[in-house]
């Protein structure tokens, strides 16, 4: 039996086999004929517990996909009623052991993506520990042709590495191994993921799948803040991709449930569409707009000045002053004063975190004093914290009682130890340190950063994962108490730059840290690939200003701050009157086009860089507005001679206003639907506003 079940402008499909499981995908909600009975029941929630049996096919240690607990899970009933939230439909399955599961799919209003979780409930009598489970798993891929849809299928995945966040890969599934073999049998399976507290290294949980002949394309995400899987699989005809929590093999995650208990896994985020892999991606980001907080569902984004690329971790009363000296009056929302404020005279700053004293030889009347000098200023004040983590050179990094061990010795990395964010003692100290800090001094912004992973997990749970899981689950619990507890603030979300750049964080912050990469020349690539994964409103882009820097430097990277929340830091003390007239009149232009960065989709354009540490001929993009603007941004990379660009415009448009350094002959043709630009250099960029 198959059932369509409408979801906005997309489709639930529900395949009832004979003896009882079911499967589940989604389609775009248009009439086409699709083949779904050539494949075999792929159920919709993929479950393991210990003792279970792996399937057929040489599967075992790889995945646990199809496992013998997953396959005897029956259909019990489907119920669909419309909520507050929108549109739910909740599936219930369950095996004769009393194991039963509800998956459930929510359909936000006017929301082009879905949200699917799974919850697991025991209803046996003994207890059960999971080893494995899904958040989501489409199967039947592709329904648009009766054969396996050889050489139409390609995987789209994003790498990640430090300072090189967000990279586009696109694979073939012939590429990858996964056609069914002449038999099959045989599991083909692609597994890929993150293992640790840093979620975004590696990979960002995100997979998409699409069929190039039908132009359909099946995207997910995953809402988890730490360990997490997506699989691949194909046995036969039909394509599955799953998401979930990182399994035992994979991720050392064992959850035990005793008899009347139940687990929810995280959310993932699905969406499917005919339309482009730009789009594609635009289209999963509704979720994280929906979830935005009534503050955050700005239309103006603000500009923030950052002292760390400034000082390098020395910020003092008497710098602050005389940045502010050079700043104020300047049109920033915001200035923050990153690491070192709390260093030591002997040990430093760099691995003193932990204590949070205020550094009396930097701030000898309290840093108090420097928040009024910025709020004088006509600023806001931020204050950088790695609250999560305990430097070696602190003195709570012999605090042994309270933080994360391993087998009973506690976790090092690098050199730093890591608070059990589980325990109420931590709680009620960090609550001191930060928060009440935090209103004492009248902050209105807090960088939370987080600079090392504890890796597989830790004690204190049935399982190395499901320690760390519960820890970073009590981290975001605590970002939460900070937004309740402090009025008005203001949290940006960093990790070594992008390393939890995940829904689960995104979603607890007001802005994110986009990369590390402070001043190199590939941040507009890199900017420009995160806006596939973060809504642009909240992507925090350093612009790193030098007194060395050519003009055209200085355009380079205010430009390229415009791929979302523009941070200036630099030499702002050494520029000359001509520099920084730039900066301010990028700043000022940026604020024209902020409604357009806030609310807009880009189109981007230019070849694929092959190495983002030898950029090659150039990168454009055209953001296209809600309120009828648009904003264009070219930066010419390495070329030689006169380099002509044409970008094509989707409607008729006038030039409202540009930001440059000499003149780049940029026009708009007689048939108003093609920009026009002329660049010498290499390494300038130019920035456009149409209306």
């Not at 988890?224 to 039909?238: F, L, N, Y």
């Not at 953001?623 to 008729?652: C, D, M, T, W």
């Not at 390494?683 to 149409?690: H, I, Q, T, Y």
Request: hydrophobic share 40%; proline share 3%; with cysteine.
């Amino acid at each position: 039996m198959i059932t369509r079940k409408p979801l906005n402008d997309m489709d639930a499909i529900y395949m009832i086999d004979d003896s009882g499981q079911v499967s589940f995908t989604v389609v775009p909600a248009v009439g086409d004929e699709l083949f779904l009975y050539k494949i075999k029941p792929d159920p919709l929630v993929q479950i393991s517990c210990t003792g279970d049996a792996t399937s057929i096919g040489f599967a075992a240690g790889e995945t646990r996909h199809n496992s013998a607990l997953t396959m005897s899970m029956k259909f019990v009933s489907q119920d669909v009623k419309e909520t507050s939230e929108g549109k739910t439909i909740e599936t219930i399955i369950e095996n004769s052991y009393g194991i039963k599961a509800r998956h459930v799919v929510i359909a936000p209003h006017a929301c082009r993506s879905v949200r699917v979780f799974t919850e697991v409930i025991n209803n046996s009598e003994k207890e059960i520990t999971i080893e494995a489970l899904s958040s989501v798993n489409i199967s039947a891929l592709t329904p648009y042709t009766e054969d396996e849809g050889r050489e139409r299928l390609t995987l789209h995945r994003f790498r990640s590495r430090w300072s090189e966040e967000g990279r586009h890969e696109e694979r073939t599934v012939e590429d990858l191994l996964l056609e069914p073999s002449w038999a099959n049998f045989g599991v083909r399976c692609e597994k890929f993921g993150a293992i640790g507290s840093m979620p975004v290294r590696g990979y960002f949980p995100f997979a998409a799948v699409e069929d190039k002949k039908s132009g359909v394309i099946w995207a997910l995400s995953l809402a988890t803040p730490a360990s997490w899987q997506i699989e691949a699989v194909r046995i036969d005809k039909g394509l599955s991709i799953s998401a979930g929590l990182a399994d035992f093999e994979f991720g050392h995650w064992r959850k035990t449930l005793r008899a009347g208990e139940s687990f929810v896994s995280p959310e993932a985020y699905v969406t499917a569409a005919r339309s482009d892999f730009d789009s594609a991606c635009d289209r999963l980001l509704d979720i994280q707009r929906n979830k935005l907080l009534p503050g955050q569902r700005v239309y103006e984004l603000p500009a923030i000045f950052n002292e760390y690329c400034t000082t390098w971790g020395e910020p003092s009363e008497e710098v602050i002053g005389k940045l502010l000296d050079v700043i104020k009056g300047k049109d920033f929302e915001y200035f923050l004063i990153d690491a070192g404020w709390y260093a030591d005279s002997v040990k430093g700053w760099q691995d003193n975190m932990g204590d949070w004293n205020v550094a009396k030889d930097l701030f000898p009347n309290g840093i108090k004093r420097a928040v009024d000098m910025i709020t004088s200023a006509g600023m806001k004040a931020g204050i950088w914290f790695e609250l999560e983590v305990v430097g070696k050179d602190s003195d709570m990094a012999d605090d042994s009682a309270h933080l994360l061990t391993r087998d009973g010795k506690v976790i090092v990395s690098g050199t730093r130890r890591f608070w059990d964010m589980r325990s109420s003692w931590v709680t009620s100290y960090l609550t001191g340190k930060v928060i009440d800090f935090l209103n004492d001094n009248n902050f209105k912004y807090i960088k939370i950063d987080y600079n090392d992973t504890i890796g597989i997990g830790c004690d204190g749970a049935e399982s190395y994962g499901e320690g760390l899981r519960a820890c970073a689950l009590a981290t975001l619990d605590f970002y939460k108490k900070i937004r309740e507890s402090v009025p008005d603030i203001a949290i940006e979300v960093c990790s070594s730059g992008g390393h939890r750049l995940v829904p689960a964080f995104m979603e607890t912050a007001d802005y994110l840290s986009f990369s590390d990469a402070h001043e190199e020349k590939e941040i507009p690539v890199i900017a420009a690939d995160l806006q596939k994964l973060v809504l642009a409103q909240k992507s925090q882009i350093w612009a790193v200003l030098r007194k060395d820097d050519e003009l055209k430097r200085i355009a380079y990277s205010v430009c390229a701050g415009m791929y979302g929340v523009l941070c200036i830091s630099g030499d702002v003390f050494d520029l000359d009157k001509e520099q920084w007239e730039l900066a301010l009149r990028g700043v000022d232009f940026y604020k024209k086009a902020s409604p357009i960065i806030a609310d807009g989709f880009t189109h981007r354009f230019g070849p694929f860089q092959n190495s983002n540490r030898d950029l090659k001929d150039y990168q454009a993009s055209v953001r296209y507005g809600q309120n009828g603007k648009a904003l264009v941004i070219v930066h010419s990379f390495k070329h030689e001679g006169l380099q002509k660009i044409e970008l094509p415009l989707e409607n008729e448009y006038e030039i409202a206003d540009k930001y440059e350094t000499g003149d780049h002959k940029i026009t708009i043709a007689a048939s108003k639907l093609m920009l026009e630009f002329e660049a010498g250099d290499s390494f300038d960029a130019v920035a456009v506003l149409l209306d």
